[in-house]
């Protein structure tokens, strides 16, 4: 079982992949996870990818799918994967099939977790991270017991920069113009599916488990 997570920054399609992936037995794959693993080992791979992280240019998408390919050929690939966080373009996701179709494997769902912008500028607005241990909650879903101290150290509680509300849209737009394409290019295909993410996470996950099948 191939699949493909899709969804807005903020819209949870990393917990639901890491769900996915716990109960099907098949590996949560990240394209942040494979640089870091490739770099961490010092594979051929990975030294290219950090010549171009280290000049803070983005990976090519002709590397990272390398990258993405050589993972596919270890053995915990064997029964399928969730892919998080690739493709992010059209020309990412036809190379992608590309490459699938040349070993004779396609992909089997692409999963779009939907999220309204307000909610995600709202959900992502109200979380806080500590500054002495790196903790994070939410004020909302997961809050501290005192207001704006850390449980774990007794620290401050700031918003990071990435989860202010003009860096959230600033996000969102670059997700739409680049990202939201794929839900299209998916749906043609027959294998886009997309289930409501402002829902509770479990009930999120049970949507998901009914489309792929117990």
Not at 39 to 58: C, F, P, R
Not at 111 to 138: F, L, S
Request: hydrophobic share 35%; proline share 4%; with cysteine.
């Amino acid at each position: 079982m191939k699949i493909i997570m899709l969804g807005a920054p903020g819209a949870g399609k990393g917990t639901q992949a890491k769900m996915i992936a716990e109960k099907y037995s098949i590996p949560h794959i990240s394209t942040g996870d494979i640089f870091r693993a490739n770099i961490k080992n010092g594979t051929e791979l990975g030294k290219k990818a950090k010549s171009y992280m280290d000049k803070g240019q983005l990976v090519p998408d002709e590397l990272t799918l390398d990258l993405i390919m050589d993972r596919f050929k270890q053995d915990d690939c064997k029964n399928g994967y969730v892919l998080d966080g690739f493709p992010r373009t059209i020309p990412q996701a036809e190379a992608l099939d590309t490459a699938l179709k040349a070993k004779g494997e396609k992909v089997d769902f692409a999963i779009d977790v939907d999220v309204p912008d307000e909610n995600i500028v709202k959900r992502m607005g109200g979380r806080r991270a500590c500054v002495g241990c790196g903790a994070t909650y939410h004020v909302v879903y997961s809050p501290t017991k005192v207001e704006g101290v850390c449980d774990k150290c007794g620290e401050e509680l700031i918003v990071r920069d990435d989860d202010k509300p003009e860096t959230v849209l600033n996000r969102l737009e670059v997700y739409h113009n680049q990202t939201q394409p794929l839900i299209d290019y998916y749906n043609e295909q027959g294998i886009l599916k997309s289930v409501d993410g402002t829902v509770d996470m479990k009930d999120v996950f049970n949507a998901i488990v009914d489309i792929l099948g117990a």
